[in-house]
């Protein structure tokens, strides 16, 4: 007798012990995602594209971008970095207040295409402007460069401007 009344208090304990499991779980759940609604990670917006149009290019050719250096790097992953450095002088009129450049990279065969392209902001709405006259040394990092580069000077264009 005292084997049946044994089993049957294992028996009557099991749901408690069962549903004690339960409550636990859900629990646990149930704070995850209480925790993951309330955490939001905050991305800055996507900055828009700088105006270009026709008054802005025609003073594009007002902008020059001189003393281009290239340096290559790695960190301790392994990864490899190309540096560009160089004064950006506002030759024109105008005063920038931002002002965006595009560089490419063309491959080493004889079409000389282009396999790289990036737009950079060298003058940024937080910045002073460059003035009529004022050159601003810029510094941008690249981290994606392709191994079929022709290792020649880059190209260099102003693909964005606002004016003060």
């Not at 012990?17 to 636990?24: H, S």
Request: hydrophobic share 40%; proline share 7%; aromatic share 8%.
């Amino acid at each position: 007798m005292i084997d049946t009344q044994s089993a049957r208090e294992a028996r009557k304990q099991f749901p408690l012990a069962l549903m004690g499991g339960i409550a636990v779980v859900a629990l646990v759940f149930g704070g995850v995602a209480l925790m993951s609604k309330s955490v939001h990670v905050i991305t800055p917006p996507a900055p828009k594209p700088m105006a270009f149009g026709q008054t802005e290019q025609a003073y594009a050719p007002h902008i020059r971008y001189d003393n281009i250096q290239l340096a290559k790097s790695s960190n301790l992953l392994n990864q490899q970095f190309t540096y560009i450095n160089g004064t950006v002088s506002n030759n024109g009129d105008r005063p920038v207040s931002q002002l965006a450049m595009t560089v490419e990279f063309c491959d080493d065969l004889a079409n000389k295409e282009v396999i790289l392209r990036d737009t950079e902001p060298i003058v940024n709405a937080t910045d002073q402007p460059l003035a009529p006259g004022q050159h601003r040394d810029f510094s941008v990092t690249l981290d994606k460069f392709p191994d079929t580069w022709n290792q020649q000077m880059p190209r260099f264009h102003t693909t964005g401007l606002v004016f003060q």
